[in-house]
């Protein structure tokens, strides 16, 4: 499964939107783009996923670049309860869900 | 709809005594169950998975086991506990066939001392 690379913490004022990047440049071409987020103490919550399009869910928006090599995941009104660390995590057809989790991102949204 | 339940929540262990994590999974038949250990500081780790009963894989090589003596059963265990395993313990469920989206338990932390 192809790498990740997100930045180790985000800022985001309560009521903005979010966004949150990431890279997986070596990404092949029957791999999908997941997003998870870990509130602490918590176990991770399934946000969003993609393969090429962009979708979007009530939870999110995911934003894949046409190279595939990144996307973005949106969060257009970021809540207090927003605050957690965020996984990106690249997965090919064939991995049975074994997700792969790097750092993430830990967002924080502020008053 | 489909729930996931772990116990117990919180452990606290001596070096050297057994361990039995337990995780159920009601609403739903045949699902691929999965381990997962989050170190403190850490990301998450896989540690086993199962497409099914009696079927398991290991990831990393440890001081752990897992089985799966009924369909929407798994179990953690060790016959004699490291400092090293202390950690946060997750089980997670998916639906049959390749897919990433999978549903976590609340967790199990476990202290070993």
């Known amino acids: 499964d192809a790498k990740t690379t997100q930045p180790p913490s985000m800022d985001c004022a309560e009521g903005r939107a979010a966004n949150l990047p990431c890279n997986h440049s070596?990404?092949?071409?029957?791999?999908?783009v997941y997003w998870y987020r870990q509130i602490h103490s918590q176990g991770p919550q399934y946000i969003i996923h993609?393969?090429?399009n962009n979708e979007t869910n009530e939870m999110a928006s995911l934003i894949i670049t046409e190279d595939r090599k990144s996307s973005t995941l949106i969060l257009p009104h970021a809540t207090l309860r927003d605050t957690a660390v965020y996984y990106c995590?690249?997965?090919?057809?064939?991995?049975?869900?074994?997700?792969?989790f790097g750092q993430g991102t830990i967002l924080t949204v502020h008053p | 709809s489909q729930t996931i339940h772990q116990w117990p929540a919180t452990l606290v262990q001596p070096v050297g005594s057994p361990l039995s994590l337990e995780c159920t999974v009601e609403?739903?038949?045949?699902?691929?169950l999965y381990w997962y250990r989050q170190a403190a500081g850490r990301g998450l780790q896989l540690l086993f998975y199962?497409?099914?009963?009696?079927?398991i894989s290991s990831e990393v090589p440890q001081n752990l086991s897992a089985s799966r003596p009924q369909d929407r059963q798994f179990i953690l265990s060790s016959k004699k506990l490291l400092l090293s395993d202390s950690g946060f313990y997750l089980c997670?469920?998916?639906?049959?066939?390749?897919?990433?989206?999978?549903?976590f338990g609340e967790g199990s932390r476990l202290t070993v001392l």
């Open positions: 609403g739903t038949s045949n699902p691929n």
């Open positions: 997670a469920w998916t639906g049959t066939g390749n897919t990433g989206e999978l549903f």
């Open positions: 993609g393969l090429k």
């Open positions: 199962s497409v099914g009963i009696g079927q």
């Open positions: 070596t990404i092949s071409g029957n791999e999908y």
């Open positions: 995590i690249v997965l090919g057809g064939t991995s049975y869900g074994k997700l792969t």
